[in-house]
């Protein structure tokens, strides 16, 4: 299988064009593969959330923590939607044709992609001005959860690290997602100046024919590589044991067992907390 196409140029020099689109089905054979061994494997994984008596115990020492708990804000709701959508759309006009469905997909490709653009530009800035742009990366610091979260899936009771607010394999998938997009962003703004569009006028020679070949394959790749991704990312919010954080990206809340359960309260402090009421407490007083 080759994995790049070549063609040449006036002077008939061999020049880069793109991938083989073979990575496309290999992409979706090994997205599929990957869904039914995981699925495969969960039929025998011990899991990880907390033991019931465990988050029994939790949940009465916490009494403070309020009934629901904020897991993801509205803009950040609406961020995920708006670029889910595009990111399908994306897909469906960039491969539907590959795959032989032929209609005018070129305006429609580029428009998913600005909208792509624009979401992930209103993501960044809403990461670093009101949420903890660090929680969602991955570093050394994250060995001990690793090895913890591991042994747990073999059926130890290990005392390490539980995850904080995202676990590890969410920031994993974040910093796929983050490489892929990124290059799909970048490289799609390129490509749109041979074009026609309302913004600027076509270009076609912005670019050399050694960098154009390696601008399209840079696309490619990272186009290929998210139908993997979306497929994993699918099959996952679709696992039953999953719903909880599913819905909490529906509704924005998930509930205080579900947070005792998954969580490690130390590494995700829940700041807002229900305050008492002065009339309950001065009457609880009186009482006493």
């Given at each position: 299988?080759?994995?790049?196409?070549?063609?040449?140029?006036?002077?008939?020099?061999?020049?880069?064009?793109?991938?083989?689109?073979?990575?496309?089905?290999?992409?979706?054979?090994?997205?599929?593969?990957?869904?039914?061994?995981?699925?495969?494997?969960?039929?025998?994984?011990?899991?990880?959330?907390?033991?019931?008596?465990?988050?029994?115990?939790?949940?009465?020492?916490?009494?403070?923590?309020?009934?629901?708990?904020?897991?993801?804000?509205?803009?950040?709701?609406?961020?995920?939607?708006?670029?889910?959508?595009?990111?399908?759309?994306?897909?469906?006009?960039?491969?539907?044709?590959?795959?032989?469905?032929?209609?005018?997909?070129?305006?429609?490709?580029?428009?998913?992609?600005?909208?792509l653009t624009a979401s992930?530009?209103?993501?960044?800035?809403?990461?670093?001005?009101?949420?903890?742009?660090?929680?969602?990366?991955?570093?050394?610091?994250?060995?001990?959860?690793?090895?913890?979260?591991?042994?747990?899936?073999?059926?130890?009771?290990?005392?390490?690290?539980?995850?904080?607010?995202?676990?590890?394999?969410?920031?994993?998938?974040?910093?796929?997602?983050?490489?892929?997009?990124?290059?799909?962003?970048?490289?799609?703004?390129?490509?749109?100046?041979?074009?026609?569009?309302?913004?600027?006028?076509?270009?076609?020679?912005?670019?050399?024919?050694?960098?154009?070949?390696?601008?399209?394959?840079?696309?490619g790749l990272a186009g290929?590589?998210?139908?993997?991704?979306?497929?994993?990312?699918?099959?996952?919010?679709?696992?039953?044991?999953?719903?909880?954080?599913?819905?909490?990206?529906?509704?924005?809340?998930?509930?205080?067992?579900?947070?005792?359960?998954?969580?490690?309260?130390?590494?995700?402090?829940?700041?807002?907390?229900?305050?008492?009421?002065?009339a309950t407490s001065n009457?609880?007083?009186?009482?006493?």
């Open positions: 299988m080759d994995l790049l196409t070549w063609g040449r140029n006036p002077w008939d020099q061999p020049i880069l064009t793109h991938i083989s689109w073979d990575l496309l089905w290999a992409s979706l054979f090994a997205g599929l593969a990957f869904l039914a061994a995981h699925a495969s494997y969960m039929l025998f994984s011990a899991h990880r959330k907390r033991r019931a008596e465990e988050t029994d115990a939790l949940e009465a020492a916490r009494g403070d923590l309020p009934a629901r708990i904020q897991r993801h804000s509205m803009p950040a709701r609406l961020f995920h939607w708006v670029m889910a959508a595009a990111m399908f759309a994306l897909l469906v006009t960039a491969f539907l044709p590959i795959a032989g469905i032929r209609f005018p997909w070129v305006v429609w490709h580029w428009t998913a992609g600005l909208v992930i530009l209103f993501h960044v800035v809403h990461t670093v001005v009101w949420l903890d742009f660090w929680s969602i990366w991955v570093g050394p610091r994250d060995l001990p959860e690793l090895k913890a979260e591991a042994l747990r899936e073999f059926g130890h009771d290990v005392s390490g690290p539980r995850p904080g607010k995202y676990p590890l394999g969410n920031r994993l998938y974040h910093l796929a997602i983050v490489v892929t997009a990124l290059t799909v962003v970048a490289s799609g703004l390129f490509m749109m100046v041979r074009v026609r569009t309302p913004f600027f006028t076509r270009n076609p020679y912005l670019l050399g024919d050694s960098m154009w070949g390696l601008t399209y394959v840079a696309h290929v590589s998210l139908v993997g991704l979306v497929i994993a990312h699918v099959y996952f919010a679709s696992r039953p044991e999953k719903w909880w954080i599913t819905k909490s990206m529906v509704v924005g809340w998930i509930t205080r067992r579900q947070y005792l359960e998954h969580h490690d309260p130390d590494r995700w402090a829940i700041d807002e907390l229900p305050t008492p009421n002065p009457s609880a007083t009186s009482n006493s």
